[in-house]
Structures are given as structure tokens and as C-alpha cells.
């Protein structure tokens, strides 16, 4: 990998490359007029005040653009690799910031309100999602061991849920749980609604990566386990859940992120979670995009969190299967 990385860094000083890229940089900027939009004046300091509207503004602008790009593509070439992720986020979160900066946001609105967003948005929407993925697991061994089984009834039961579970929008199974278990005498509240379509939805998807895990440990596991006398049950729970693990726990961790987002959902039915305050705490000041912009910037910290501890997962069965 990092072989790789040097022949880049080597590829990048060439100046026929080089100029190659500056040229495929500058039409890109060129087919998107960034004279005319507000993005032009976060490169005040470097460019100063864009120029008037026009042709000749528009190839300053993005000519000049098109130069700071290739000129830090450049200089970055001469770092070690992790220096360059490094700068490279540093430098991508300076500009994330400095796209919200212009939409002239209240600060002084969005410090009074993050602590309620903390303290109540992101309480309920971690445990919305917590509670759903330990449910959802338990569905989806169930519904994977199905889905392998050579019984007839068992196998047309998990095919059938996971097929409609997959092919409806999470949005779509939200309300017909909410508004349709009360049709059927089971009067449900908003929390739980939420869970159960969580837990019923992502049970589903993760099916089929538990199914997969299982269908990775070599079939001589099988046969080993069953010549040593132990029955399905047992041969599952010793042998091949433990070596599936591994291979399960990655796509896993993806669906957690994802549920973590998708859970959004469930404040149409009136849940504190985060975007259901993201909506309703603006609305006095109309102050929306505020709380749109502080719901992402949760939403994202969230899952850097669960993306870290996943790879700390990761890495503790890599070295213990080794």
C-alpha cells in the first residue's frame, strides 16, 4: 500500500501530469460558475473580493481555484501518507465550516439549544438505536439459521420476511406498525412503534449478512462438529458462530451507523429524537436551518464515535483469530 502511495507522490511531480490535472481541475471548475455563488467568498483572503459578474470573473475565479488546488494537490505530495490524511481533513473541515459561516447562522440561538439536543435528542436517539440493533440481531440469527434450513416451512417463512421487510421504505413499515397494530386491537406508543420497525427492518438486511458470515466457515467445520457427535444447536453455538464473528461484525457495525441516521424516521411519530427537535425547536425563531445545521453536525460526531469503536471491534477479533 504504501509502494503505491510513493509512486503516486512521484506521479504528481511530473509536469506533463501536472498540468494535465490543473487543466481536467480548471473544466471542472469552469462547467460550475463559482463567480456567481457565495463559495467565491471563502477564498476572499487568498483571491480577494471576487470581480464583477461576467465571463472575465468567472475564468479569475475558477482559474485562481483551479491554481490552489493543484498547488496544495502538489504540496502535499511531499508528506508521509498520514501527514496527508491529516492535513487534508484539516483542511476539509475548515472549509465545511466555513460553508455553514455563510449561511449567517445565529451562534448565540444554537448554544442555548445544543445542550437540550444533547441531553434529550441524542439520549433517545441512541437508545432507539441500541435497543433496535440487540433485537435485530436476535432476528437476524433467526432469520439467517432459517434461511439455511432444509425445512421447507421454515426456510418460506424467513424468505417471505426478509423479502418484504427489504423491499418496503423504513418510512412506509413505520406507519403501518404505528397506525396499523391499533387496527388489530394493539394500541402501541410512539417509542416502541419505533423499535419495532427498526428492529423488524434492519433484522432483514442483517439476515443475509449473518447468513453469509455462516456460509464463510469452510464446510469441514461442519463435518468436524458432527463428527465429534455435536448436534446443530450446539455445532452453531461452539464452532461456527464463534469463527463467523469476524466476518459478521464489519457489515454490522455499517447497519448500527445506519440505523443510527435512519432512526430520523420515527420522528414523524412525534419521538424526541434529534431531527424531531432539529424541526420543532427553530420553529418559534424561525431559526431551522440552525438546528438542520447542528442536527448534521450530531448526526456526524455520532458516527466518527461508532466508526472508531468499530475498528477497535475489528482489530480485537483480527488479532484474536490470529
Known sequence: MFADHAQSGKLLHRPRFLLLLFAAVF???????????????????????????????????????????????????????????LVVWVELLVLSLGFFYLFDLSLAFMQRKIGFMVTQGVVTTLYLSAVSIAIA??????????????????????????????????????????????????????VPAGIVALSLCYGAYMAEIFRAGILGIPRGQWEGARALGFKFGLTMRLVILPQSIPLIIPPTGNQFIAM??????????????????????????????????MAALIYWLLSIILEAIQARIENHFRRVSN
Open 137 to 190: 440481531s436476535v432476528i437476524a440469527l433467526i432469520g439467517a439459521v432459517a434461511k439455511l434450513s432444509s425445512n421447507g416451512f421454515a426456510y418460506s417463512i424467513a424468505t417471505f420476511y426478509i423479502s418484504i421487510f427489504r423491499g418496503l421504505p423504513l418510512l412506509v413499515q413505520v406507519y403501518l406498525i404505528y397506525l396499523g397494530l391499533p387496527q388489530l386491537g394493539f394500541v402501541i406508543d410512539a
Open 27 to 85: 473544466a471542472a471548475f469552469f462547467v460550475v460558475d463559482f463567480s456567481q455563488s457565495r463559495i467565491a467568498y471563502l477564498f476572499a483572503p487568498v483571491i480577494g473580493a471576487p470581480p464583477a459578474v461576467g465571463l472575465h470573473a468567472r475564468f479569475v475565479v475558477n482559474l485562481t481555484l483551479a491554481l490552489l488546488l493543484c498547488a496544495n494537490i502538489f504540496g502535499l505530495s511531499f508528506l508521509r501518507f498520514r501527514v496527508q490524511v
Open 260 to 293: 443510527l441516521k435512519d432512526s430520523s424516521l420515527v420522528s414523524v411519530l412525534g419521538v424526541w429524537e434529534i431531527m424531531f427537535l432539529a424541526r420543532t425547536q427553530g420553529q418559534a425563531e424561525f431559526r431551522h436551518m440552525e438546528m438542520l445545521v
